[in-house]
């Protein structure tokens, strides 16, 4: 099976507004990918939410453990941001979704991530 690799542009933000805009843009491509990658799932309800900062609005899962997830992976962005103090800093988010497969070895197992789809 190959693995789909989704390339986005690149997103600028101002210096002035950087952490409030990146995580608002952030909530937004991460829950629209991941809602839509979920929509075969029979117990997924959307949840419609609008952006505080932008004129978007963007669906989200109803499942707590996957609002969770997302918000602890932006403060990770958030912070590695942070500590890229000088103007004009980049950071790059990849989302990936992946099977962990079993490879077994001589005297024991190994777990490696098979990766299908990334963004």
């Known amino acids: 099976m190959?693995?789909?690799v989704h390339?986005?542009?690149?997103?600028?933000?101002?210096?002035a507004g950087r952490t409030r805009q990146t995580e608002a843009v952030l909530q937004a491509l991460l829950h629209t990918i991941i809602f839509n990658r979920s929509l075969h799932l029979n117990s997924l309800t959307p949840r419609d939410m609008d952006c505080d900062i932008f004129e978007i609005s963007y669906a989200q899962s109803?499942?707590?453990?996957?609002?969770q997830k997302v918000t602890e992976g932006i403060r990770d962005v958030l912070k590695k941001m942070s500590q890229k103090s000088d103007q004009g800093a980049c950071v790059r988010v990849c989302l990936s979704f992946y099977t962990p497969t079993e490879k077994p070895r001589l005297f024991w197992t190994t777990t490696e991530k098979y990766?299908?789809?990334k963004w």
């Open 7 to 15: 390339v986005l542009p690149d997103v600028e933000v101002d210096e």
């Open 2 to 4: 190959n693995k789909k």
């Open 62 to 67: 109803d499942k707590k453990d996957v609002a």
């Open 115 to 117: 990766h299908w789809e």
